[in-house]
């Protein structure tokens, strides 16, 4: 049965009374996430498993306050746990290029930091002084002169046997050579020696051999000597410098005993120090390789004994937190940077820089999800991170090149961090059902809700959050009557009279904007009418182009008839969402149904310009036709629906009752009247549907009859299950209540027949007739009436085949 929407149903006021202050200021801020207990559940659940892959992704709407709640929740848990360790990353003495790492408790990073740059720059002062002094200077030089000494007897016993046996030892380019010489001491010339009797030079040759093996022998003993000499130097060196600077590094190793890794590393220090004390003695300047260009002194480099301490947890309280705006490969798990030296890039570990990933080791990493997917890696790197349990830092464009280069591959960093995503519904659900590791590393699902009840408690909680917005962003003080406009604004985003929005993104926008104009008043709070100038500002601001489809239709560029009565059309209605904006508009609907048997065709399902919700509501429309008509008869017609002057895809299925209507009218020739647009779903069972966008349809056709000029006949037919989600508009209202427009519910397909037809709609009779003077009457009738003509034609078509083949 129609019935007219009473005018308290097309709005649900909030009585400022229900509200026990006078202004904001009265009331405490709102401290507690706002009726989220099943995310609230499900955080505290995973944030407290400490099992592998209990990882969270946080879903709901934009604007539903998931990143600030995460950050509140994690800032409350985060700082009454321990904090982690810091870690560093040391040279690696055995390999270079696998930059070793230490993990030492909070601070003491930095202080083995501190403690080694120390080290280093007493023992460039230390050791040059050790080798300058009298003593050590004393030992290297009596080691010298007694190498030089025992040098000395070899070589003057060896030209002692050579002289004796009339030979000399002579110095060459390429060494020491034994020449024979005559008894004069003169060199036994080439020519000479070849005028010798056979048995003279083979007596030569061998007393040549015999003094060449002796010395080839003395030359090795010397050998031997000077590599003995030298190690005793260096043993010198190694002692003397122990003696001076020993105590210090001991006093480093006793200092970090219990840290085994770290002791492991200072001995390899020790060692390295004492294996290159050279580095530490003054350097001498290189000469000049051209005189006008003088040569930077070399110095050698001490970087080997930094410690680069890429996460300092010193001044941290409690477990690290990280939000990361910007989730690139390398602002997640760091980079290895390098530096241009003529014209080549170099590295070394003292450049590793530490990610968000490391910067959260022992905490909490949230990041938000689309933008970790838009970003080329990162996203499996992280699933990588998590699945194997550690962080390694990589050069990831290494594998996209042409030419392979020697970079550093620091040791990895055990992985203990319990990572959140953020972000929309869709997204969790994609990622849950193409993304079988996700399934794995993402078991818990925090979800969002976008409504709750609207009731005086969650009312008082409305208000709570204003004075909290207040208090953050210095806003004015909201009075109760600016408070009530809020929660009625509340309702209008949730679409619903008995339910309010926690889209707090939004709320909040509203709060600024009303504080701006409330000051453009020169008031001391904001009231109603602050609240009411600031949605219809902000309506204005965004409703270009509503206006200029409105004018189109004014004009008659867009043809919608709001008067008068036709055949075969009728005025659905639909929205139109802009991201930013939404706003309703009519449409006009034709049918044309004629003598036929290719059923109901969708024009825009044939150009592919219908969805296929839409398909879908075709077929139904066309189950119903032939349930309600075809009981004694099938239904045979032709007929075609369009939405007129419609260029874009169709979707949706709240046209099904207006395609029916234009249906029904043009099989049984009865006018509809245009001063009536309708917005219903059906079933086949003839029920009508609720459907969505119920406000801004109702308020797009009344302003378009508004500027079309209401004369009392215009209004929209909406479904019954729908007059909860009416929120409308002051003017709508007051229009309404003036008796110069009209909002009917229906609950059933029959039901709008009277009042777009003026005419009853007709139940069935036993017989299962309808009784005339009733559309349903007229339809069957026609109906019947396409059934026979068709037959008659088919009749014809037979008659002439027979005729034919006799």
Known sequence: MIKKVEIENLYRCCDSSDFPFNTTDEIPSLKDTILQERALRALNFGLGMDSHGFNIYILGESGTGKMTTIKTILADKAKDEPVPDDWCYVYNFKNPDVPGTLNLPPGKGLTLHK???ELINILKQEIPKVFESKEYERLRTKNFEEFQQRQKILFT????????????????????ALVPIKKTGESLSEEEYE????????????????????????????????????????????????????????ELKNKYKQYPTVMGYLEDVNEDILEHLDDFKPQEEQPAMLPFIKPAKAEPSFIRYTVNVIINNRDTKGAPVVIESNPTYYNLFGRIEHKLQYGMAITDFSMIKAGSVQKANGGYLVIDAMDLLKNIFAYDALKRTIKDREIRIEDVWEQYRLISTVTLRPGPIPFNVKVVL??????????????????ELFKVKADFENRMDRNKENMLK????????????????????????????GSRLAEHQKKLSVKFGEIADILKEADYWARKDKSDTVKASHVELALDEKIYRHNKVEKKIQEAIEEGTILVATTGSVVGQINGLSVIDLGDYRFGLPSRITAKTYTGKAGIVNIEREIKLSGKIHEKAVMILTAYLGGKYAKKQSLTLS??????????EVEGDSATCAEVYALLSSIS????????????????????????????????FFDVCKNAGLDGNHGVIIPGRNIRNLMLKKEVIDTTSEGKFHIYSIDSIEDGIEILTG???GEMQPDGNYPEGTLNFLVAKKLQEFSEALKEKKDEEKEKNNKKNK
């Open 195 to 250: 005028n010798l009797e056979p048995k003279v030079r083979r007596k030569i040759e061998e007393i040549g051999r015999q003094l060449q093996e002796k010395l080839d022998d003395v030359i090795r003993r010397v050998r031997e000597e000077e590599k003995s000499v030298k190690e005793t130097v260096a043993q010198l060196e190694r002692q003397a410098a122990l003696a001076s600077v020993g105590h210090l590094i001991d």
């Open 422 to 439: 953020v972000g929309n519904p869709w997204l969790y659900y994609l990622l849950y059902n193409i993304d079988e590791e996700y399934r």
């Open 669 to 700: 020739d009865v006018p509809l009247k245009q001063s009536i647009a309708i917005t219903c779903s059906m079933n086949q069972h003839g029920e009508v549907q609720p459907i969505g966008g119920a406000n801004e349809k109702i308020e797009g």
């Open 759 to 761: 005419m009853p709609a």
């Open 115 to 117: 403690d080694l740059d």
């Open 157 to 176: 016993e060896l030209e002692q046997e050579v002289k004796e046996k009339d030979f000399s030892l002579r110095k060459t380019v390429s060494g020491l």
């Open 639 to 648: 007929a075609s629906l369009t939405f007129e002057q419609l260029y874009g």
């Open 462 to 489: 409305y208000a709570g959050f204003v004075r909290t917005k207040c208090a953050e962003k210095g806003l004015l003080p909201f009075d109760r009557s600016g408070i009530a406009k809020i929660v009625e604004y």
